[in-house]
T-cell receptor
């Protein structure tokens, strides 16, 4: 157990629906990252927060994606109007000075 | 240009032998950090080891060590006395320094198979 939890673990949704994922990081870490991983690939950076500030957003992230980290604690990632290409594992990382621990991920399937 | 390069898509190694997984990186920032992760078939990303660019010694964690060659921009992971449970995908990752460009980027990974 890395101390980073993600919810839900699995999500099946119909194309066009909105979905929201949650990540609870390690409380001592002020940085939180979101990644997307498809089969056989390395994690792709989506966005990251330092405390409640969203510092960078990947160009891969379309306007349908939004992330928040209210009060600098847990974070949510929302995908609006899901498409089949959004099917992937969504990973959250809690990052300290010399470590970065991942949650178990949310596997999204868009049907 | 890729910032993290893992040139070995797959490797087969006999159990109990040592394994070296290659990783080269590209950065002009003097301050950076390098990470290695293991991802078994179950999917979780397991943090193995970290090396800072200013660290005086190569990082070690149990059977894992990092062969850090700064001038060559390489950060190879060495696994000593490999075990069947080491079979997994391994990713090298880098975080560049600075407050505004701090994302951690990953290589494409190496799939390691340990043979009995």
């Amino acid at each position: 157990d890395t101390g980073v939890s993600q919810d839900p673990r699995h999500k099946i949704t119909k194309r066009g629906q909105n979905v929201t994922f949650r990540c609870d990081p390690i409380s001592e870490h002020n940085r939180l990252y979101w990644y997307r991983q498809t089969l056989g690939q390395g994690p792709e950076f989506l966005t990251y927060f330092q405390n409640e500030a969203q510092l960078e957003k990947s160009r891969l992230l379309s306007d349908r994606f939004s992330a928040e980290r209210p009060k600098g604690s847990f974070s949510t990632l929302e995908i609006q109007r899901t498409e089949q290409g959004d099917s992937a594992m969504y990973l959250c990382a809690s990052v300290g000075l010399r470590e970065a621990f991942f949650g178990q991920g949310t596997r999204l399937t868009v049907v | 240009a890729q910032k993290i390069t893992q040139t070995q898509p797959g490797m087969f190694v006999q159990e109990k032998e040592a394994v070296t997984l290659d990783c080269t990186y590209d950065t002009s920032d003097p301050s950076y950090g390098l990470f290695w992760y293991k991802q078994p078939s179950s999917g979780e990303m397991i943090f193995l080891i970290y090396q800072g660019s200013y660290d005086q010694q190569n990082a070690t964690e149990g059977r894992y060590s990092l062969n850090f060659q700064k001038a060559r921009k390489s950060a190879n992971l060495v696994i000593s006395a490999s075990q069947l449970g080491d079979s997994a995908m391994y990713f090298c990752a880098m975080r560049e320094g600075g407050n505004r460009d701090d994302k951690i980027i990953f290589g494409k990974g190496t799939r390691l198979h340990i043979l009995p």
